[in-house]
């Protein structure tokens, strides 16, 4: 018994030998399913990682379109905007433009409404008094002190007027002239043309200085005169003159260009504007007749 179980040994062992070597193997076969399951994981792992990344570059590519899209259309309506705004601008300069060119044409209106001629008293009710009665003294372009009774020995054209009026005044100080040049020589040196104005508050000396030698008129004969209002609206009443102040720098007012024999009364006149000079020509001649 003991001789077999030591004749048996060998083989026992060679057997433990064979099936931990089976074991061993088993095991490494395991392992190595594992490993590949491992590695097909990685693999589809990678591949669903290529394939989201291609899903992602196609989106994004999708999407830049899109974006671009959007960006144009936000630049179109942009530029809509700007040519809306732009439009709406213009629009608004071309209302503005309007309305100033309207508001001109209004003032404009209401200049030369406001500056209509008055009507004038009639030569005839004239109370053919001198105006060289009102013996109080106005002041010339020069400061100069003048009274009217200064005037007398000889003929005198008279005109109301005022500085800043830019319709009938300068018509009305054109005729003055106009008569001093129809004149011959020797009625010209004795004539005296007298220009009063309305406005006595803006109407300085120096304001007539400048206005007179502007028109070339600031020389001797020429006296531009300005007075106190009571004066003045005394000095119109006497030749026949009506006036208004309007406020705002305008006076309405008779265009009218008298004429007063050498003792200063009124004897002739020429109303409104561009009337034919004859009468107060003929009225000057008389007027130095009878002084001669």
């Known amino acids: 018994m003991r001789r077999d179980a030591v004749e048996h ?8 030998s064979v099936i931990a070597m089976i074991i061993a193997a088993t095991l490494m076969l395991s392992a190595c399913g594992d490993r590949n399951s491992v590695t097909q994981a990685s693999g589809s792992d990678a591949n669903s990682t290529a394939t989201a990344a291609v899903d992602h570059s196609a989106h994004a590519e999708h ?13 179109a309506q942009a530029d809509g905007a700007a040519h809306a705004d732009q439009a709406a601008h213009a629009d608004h300069s071309a209302h503005a433009e309007h309305a100033t060119a309207a508001a001109t044409e209004a003032a404009a209106h209401a200049h030369d ?12 009710e004239l109370s053919g008094s001198s105006l060289y009665h009102l013996s109080s003294s106005w002041t010339d372009q020069h400061q100069g002190r003048v009274a009217l009774p200064d005037l007398a020995g000889g003929p005198a054209v008279v005109v109301m007027f005022y500085g800043d009026c830019t319709t009938a005044c300068p018509l009305l100080v054109k005729t003055a002239e106009d008569i001093e040049a129809a004149l011959p020589e020797d009625l010209r040196d004795i004539t005296r043309f007298v220009m009063v ?9 120096a304001k007539l200085l400048e206005y007179a030698a502007s028109k070339g008129l600031d020389r001797d004969g020429w006296h531009w ?13 006497m030749l026949g003159v009506q006036f208004r102040d309007a ?8 265009n009218v ?16 504007l561009g009337g ?15 002084e001669s």
Do not use: C, K, M, Y
Request: net charge negative; no cysteine.
């Open 9 to 16: 040994a060998p083989t026992n062992t060679r057997r433990v």
């Open 63 to 75: 999407a830049a379109p899109a974006g671009d899209a959007a960006t144009a259309d936000h630049s």
């Open 113 to 124: 409404h406001s500056a209509e001629s008055l009507p004038t008293t009639p030569l005839a």
């Open 197 to 205: 104005s309305f406005d006595t508050e803006r109407d300085t000396p």
């Open 225 to 237: 005169l300005v007075g106190s209002p009571l004066q003045t609206r005394q000095l119109a009443t």
């Open 247 to 254: 406020g705002n720098g305008v006076f309405a007012h008779s």
């Open 257 to 272: 260009v008298s004429v007063l024999d050498a003792g200063g009364v009124p004897v002739a006149r020429l109303e409104g």
């Open 276 to 290: 034919d000079l004859d009468a107060a020509i003929d009225a000057i001649n008389a007027a130095a007749g009878s």
